[in-house]
């Protein structure tokens, strides 16, 4: 640009030594001699200064894009110490989660040990004896008394209590009324408020309620008491103290269900009953079961208690015991 000036400024004089040829050539040639120092000087300033000008705004621009440099430098190493650690963290949980994965497993196959463990203490606890008479008797009613379960539960009883009493001897004494019948297209059988209905020898035998196994009773050993209308849990806790008793529920915990129904001559009332009628002697309890000397069975065993209590009800919260 500066050189530009001085040609344009030459070019310019020369016009005017051309235009001036009449003048004296030495004054001219001082004149344009002088004038074109004062040009180059002005033009050597002048690109002096733009040039410096350039050069300053040039610094200037390197210094601040070098303190940006600096600073996207100082950030990406920040940045850069953020991800590692972020990585670092990232592995730590992957580590974590390995270990967490070993340790589910182990704690579930420690869950399933506990469960079976569980399960195998809850059966052992419903079958461990809360309290129990111990050396209660037993005895198989099935081939000579198909029905009299229960002259054998008193037989039971009174044994327990050291009465010399044999079944024959229960059955001999016990009041009996008639078999079930037909007159004249008219059912009759006897009432078992009163009397065994038939014959607890007889597989057409029915059976009998509490009152007249309690006369029976008291004919080998007096002082039975009668504890009808005891709820189980009552009954119960009689059998705690030490007290077997007698009770009338279902035969092997079936479910009652209405079979017959017949007319007592006597005194005209209509007899309803029950199949699966059954009686035996309460002895002992678990959590979850009574223990029970059954005359069906001819052992000692344990029944639902929940079952249980609902033939107990149904049939009417029979029971009898001695102290």
Known sequence: MCYVLVILASYSIGYYVKKKKEKDIKKIFLTVVSFLNIVFLGGITFCYWSDYKSNSSILEENQFLKLEKEALEEKTEKIQMSINQFEDSILNLENQLVELEKNKSSVKKEITTLKKEYKRLAAKLQNTPLFQIAN??????????PNGCESIALYLLLTYHGVHVTPDQIVAALKKGEAVHTENGIKYGGNPEIEFVGDPTSESGYGVFENPIIDVANKFKSGIIKATGKTLDE???????????QVWASSYQRTPTKCNTWTHKASGKTITWY???????????????????????GTIVNYDKKKFEYAYDFYGRRAIYYE
């Open 136 to 145: 209660f008797p037993t005895f198989d009613q099935k081939n000579h008394y």
């Open 235 to 245: 009954i119960l806790e009689i059998v705690k103290s030490g007290k077997p008793v």
């Open 275 to 297: 199949c699966n009628f059954h009686s035996l002697v309460l002895i002992g309890a678990t959590t979850s079961k009574v223990i029970v000397s059954d005359s069906l069975t």
